[in-house]
DNA sequence: TGTTAGCACTGTCTCATGGAGAGTGCCAAG
DNA sequence: CTTGGCACTCTCCATGAGACAGTGCTAACA
């Protein structure tokens, strides 16, 4: 709707468009309210100060910008932002310097998915400067890959289920008394033979039928298979990684402690962004939610530069970052955008034709 | 030193240790600086309050408490918290019915490390209210248990070690072009024979001698494995995991927002609490740090109460809390101890007479 | 010798006050 | 449509006075 009412009535003049543009930048980088001269010395527009001052009051009707008060500057609305991010901020590419640096981190590290993530966690967030956030990659839906059982104990031993998208999961469970390695490891071939390749469906159909002949601890370890197997079928994105609160701090907005507060709990409590990230999951490219616009009012004052990464449709998690309303986000969809093809493409190469 | 000096020259009368007890319980309930009248009104002493004054001079001139300004109430000292931890602080048990809603929360949930040190850092942060930090459980030596390969692609595998102290690690190796399943079974049993049981230093002998005959992949799958394992026995506590975050901004101490950037700092970069936890592996019951005394002058303003957990010279952990100095002790205390001495005795159920 | 009442003193905190300053909206002229 | 001019409005900051809390000291008392 919004954008239907900013193409129907409200086209802006050039002049309107760049004055619009030169205030949220100047807004963006000095965190106070901008006023008519400033523009008119900053924005070599040729006009004077009372001239701007009755654009301003145009846009500032159309709802563009507001006043924090009757006689300061202007600062943007959600609107303002939003139209700034669509119509005014050109896509640039982040400079070559940085791009080299970046990649040259992650050539370093080992392949692992867990470092990949830590590592994308910490360029976005020393890139950007504000918080990161990184979610595992996960297959829309799961396969049973893997199952392997080592004994550590009389009674106990470490369960590694790995499934199709990669990523293993670990776990303690307890056995028969006195199973040996040998023992575990018949269980394992065996269900290793019936349940290669299949899908959470399949498993549970093969595990009813062939649990009649297995042993107690079995059958807990096959319920526990698809129980696992569930919970990553669920509409879930994990746990979410991430890097660089501290940053949050830097920016005035964040003083007030109750606004930081809903960060952080936002951050440990994925709950809360689950319903975003999982959004994100069917998209392509940067996408940008500001400041808890339409259905997320529960992140109100805060901006997210989110992008899916990965293979699609096989293992695909979101990257991305939150900071302010009033964030530079030229700079953030670059960054954002340069991680996430770098991630995947590093991902693909490795996983290569792998269902 | 301190102790020493406490014993020494400045017993301290009944009636002060009473002043000051009150005065530090009054102080850490109420945040605000405590005058003699309060003393007066809360401490059933019969002096007046000039008494109190008269002794609260003494308590100042031996360094137990200060005053922020001229005329303010009493504020403790660190030297004041330490005395009243070690000397006035009676050792109390966590109230029953926590310890029943505690152990409950334990016992719903699956047998797997990581959920425990998950659980123990939420609960130690909900019971305590402040932020909750946990490493995971460490063998001081590492032994080779058991290698696992897993094909994901022509060229990659999910390599899986699991280490004595029943740790799986788990990352992404590539493999020679075209191996599939039976080859990199036939890698892993042979490694897993030569190497089952073995340290680092035996490990390390065996690739040497063995590598001769590998191909190229398998030598950097060996090189990977001792990698890791010096890793493991490197001096280091992991990752540390940590909940609560937000409950410290509760405290009116973290209002100045660059103590509390300090605090977010020292979770995230495990390095400056690591010299610390370190330490604690070797100690037994539960320590207390105030506001960085002695060698610990990094974690200003800041109080520690910590406690090794686990099975000793097996597995053992460190878990605890971080809080602001002025820290109701007695709870936090009695809150590490029992969540401490739980996991542990999980943990010994589970892995039994494990080696 | 230890305790107490009384009192002057010292610092913080809060609130009101009054410019200074920034930026606006509007008007009338170009 | 643009511009200079100007009255107006609101915040911000420094200042100062008064309330308040709690002290240290002194002198009297048991």
Redesign the pocket.
């Given at each position: 709707m919004a954008e239907e009412a900013i193409a129907a009535e409200e086209r802006l003049t050039p002049?309107q468009r760049e004055i619009l543009k030169i205030l949220i930048q100047a807004y963006i980088s000095s965190a106070e309210?901008?006023?008519?001269?400033?523009i008119q010395r900053i924005g070599q527009l040729?006009?004077?100060?009372?001239?701007i001052?009755?654009e301003?009051?145009i846009l500032?009707e159309l709802g563009y910008l507001t006043?924090?008060?009757?006689?300061?500057?202007?600062v943007p609305t959600i609107k303002g932002y939003r139209y700034f991010v669509e119509q005014l901020v050109g896509r640039v590419e982040l400079p070559a310097s940085e791009q080299r640096t970046i990649r040259h981190q992650f050539h370093q590290i080992r392949l692992h998915l867990d470092q990949w993530m830590r590592l994308s966690a910490a360029v976005l967030a020393q890139t950007s400067r504000s918080v990161s956030l990184v979610t595992p990659p996960r297959a829309a839906r799961s396969r049973f890959r893997h199952l392997h059982l080592v004994s550590i104990s009389q009674r106990a031993a470490v369960m590694i289920l790995v499934l199709g998208d990669g990523r293993a999961h670990e776990e303690v469970i307890l056995t028969a008394d006195y199973t040996d390695q040998d023992g575990l490891n018949q269980v394992s071939n065996r269900w290793n033979h019936t349940l290669r390749g299949r899908s959470l469906r399949e498993v549970r159909a093969s595990a009813e039928t062939g649990l009649a002949s297995a042993e107690g601890w079995e059958g807990e370890l096959l319920a526990r298979i698809t129980q696992l197997m569930e919970e990553s079928d669920r509409a879930s994105v994990g746990e979410i990684y991430s890097d660089g609160l501290a940053n949050v701090l830097r920016h005035p907005e964040f003083l007030e402690i109750e606004r930081f507060r809903r960060v952080v709990n936002m951050l440990q409590h994925a709950s809360l962004l689950e319903p975003i990230l999982l959004r994100m999951l069917n998209t392509n490219g940067v996408q940008i939610i500001i400041g808890g616009e339409g259905p997320y009012e529960a992140i109100e004052h805060v901006s997210l530069v989110l992008s899916r990464y990965g293979i699609k449709h096989t293992a695909s998690g979101v990257l991305g970052i939150m900071g302010p309303v009033r964030m530079p986000y030229a700079r953030a969809i670059s960054t954002v955008g340069y991680v996430a093809q770098l991630v995947g493409s590093l991902m693909a190469d490795v996983y290569g034709a792998y269902a």
């Amino acid at each position: 709707m919004a954008e239907e009412a900013i193409a129907a009535e409200e086209r802006l003049t050039p002049r309107q468009r760049e004055i619009l543009k030169i205030l949220i930048q100047a807004y963006i980088s000095s965190a106070e309210p901008v006023g008519s001269s400033t523009i008119q010395r900053i924005g070599q527009l040729g006009v004077s100060s009372a001239t701007i001052r009755n654009e301003l009051c145009i846009l500032e009707e159309l709802g563009y910008l507001t006043q924090p008060y009757t006689s300061a500057g202007r600062v943007p609305t959600i609107k303002g932002y939003r139209y700034f991010v669509e119509q005014l901020v050109g896509r640039v590419e982040l400079p070559a310097s940085e791009q080299r640096t970046i990649r040259h981190q992650f050539h370093q590290i080992r392949l692992h998915l867990d470092q990949w993530m830590r590592l994308s966690a910490a360029v976005l967030a020393q890139t950007s400067r504000s918080v990161s956030l990184v979610t595992p990659p996960r297959a829309a839906r799961s396969r049973f890959r893997h199952l392997h059982l080592v004994s550590i104990s009389q009674r106990a031993a470490v369960m590694i289920l790995v499934l199709g998208d990669g990523r293993a999961h670990e776990e303690v469970i307890l056995t028969a008394d006195y199973t040996d390695q040998d023992g575990l490891n018949q269980v394992s071939n065996r269900w290793n033979h019936t349940l290669r390749g299949r899908s959470l469906r399949e498993v549970r159909a093969s595990a009813e039928t062939g649990l009649a002949s297995a042993e107690g601890w079995e059958g807990e370890l096959l319920a526990r298979i698809t129980q696992l197997m569930e919970e990553s079928d669920r509409a879930s994105v994990g746990e979410i990684y991430s890097d660089g609160l501290a940053n949050v701090l830097r920016h005035p907005e964040f003083l007030e402690i109750e606004r930081f507060r809903r960060v952080v709990n936002m951050l440990q409590h994925a709950s809360l962004l689950e319903p975003i990230l999982l959004r994100m999951l069917n998209t392509n490219g940067v996408q940008i939610i500001i400041g808890g616009e339409g259905p997320y009012e529960a992140i109100e004052h805060v901006s997210l530069v989110l992008s899916r990464y990965g293979i699609k449709h096989t293992a695909s998690g979101v990257l991305g970052i939150m900071g302010p309303v009033r964030m530079p986000y030229a700079r953030a969809i670059s960054t954002v955008g340069y991680v996430a093809q770098l991630v995947g493409s590093l991902m693909a190469d490795v996983y290569g034709a792998y269902a």
